[in-house]
Every structure is written in structure tokens, then in C-alpha cells.
Nanobody, 122 residues
Framework: QVQLVESGGGLVQAGGSLRLSCAAS?????MGWFRQAPGKEREFVAA????????YYLDSVKGRFTVSRDNAKNTIYLQMNSLEPEDTAVYYC??????????????????WGQGTQVTVSS
């Protein structure tokens, strides 16, 4: 069992920045960030492989968000710049145990954090 603990959410004005962190209690193949806005389905935001650091992004966040990892701390980060009101959601980190699966698919992750609220005001 892998425990995930997120931190770093909050309230920010449009155009501002936030950095989310997710600390994992164990090592997995890769980790991702997802978000869920009220009345909407949970959607993929970004993901990263622990080994090699390959990254994936939702098209609408490319160039604004950056996912990174600190192997020594078993922690991933999501740096969010140029935030927009449409980015408002609960953000979740997730961990995937096995290789070879699409990291953009919610159902391919076995472990989930508790979520952290990000609110962007206009």
C-alpha cells in the first residue's frame, strides 16, 4: 500500500502561481495529477515516470504547468503558472504501480491522495 499526501492548494488571482506537492510513502512506476471541478468528471492534468522523468500534459495546461519529481524525497510537484479561473478544481495526485499503461487514464492508477482545493479568482 502506498500513501499519498498532497499539499499546496489555495486561493490565487488569475495570472498567479501555485505549487502542489505530493509525497509518496513508497516507490511506484509513475505518478500523475488529476483534477475535478464541481459537476465535472475527474480529468488528467499531468504525469511523470519516476525513472527517466518522461512527462505528459493535458493540452490546455502545456506551457503553464510543469510536473517534476524529487526521487530522494519520493515527492512530485506540480508548478502551476498563469492560472485561469477554469483551473479551479480539487487536484488529486495518484500513483501507478505497473508499467505499460496509459498514464492519462484515471482507472490505471491504484493509489490516490485526498485532494487539495485550488481556487482561481477572476
Amino acid at each position: 500500500q502506498v500513501q499519498l499526501v498532497e499539499s499546496g492548494g489555495g486561493l490565487v488571482q488569475a495570472g498567479g502561481s501555485l505549487r502542489l506537492s505530493c509525497a509518496a510513502s513508497g516507490r511506484t512506476f509513475g505518478m500523475g495529477w488529476f483534477r475535478q471541478a464541481p459537476g465535472k468528471e475527474r480529468e488528467f492534468v499531468a504525469a511523470i515516470h519516476w525513472s527517466g522523468g518522461t512527462t505528459y500534459y493535458l493540452d490546455s495546461v502545456k506551457g503553464r504547468f510543469t510536473v517534476s519529481r524529487d526521487n530522494a524525497k519520493n515527492t512530485i510537484y506540480l508548478q502551476m503558472n498563469s492560472l485561469e479561473p477554469e483551473d479551479t478544481a480539487v487536484y488529486y495526485c495518484a500513483a501507478m504501480r505497473r508499467t505499460g499503461r496509459d498514464m492519462r487514464i484515471t482507472g490505471n492508477y491504484e493509489y490516490w491522495g485526498q485532494g487539495t482545493q485550488v481556487t482561481v479568482s477572476s
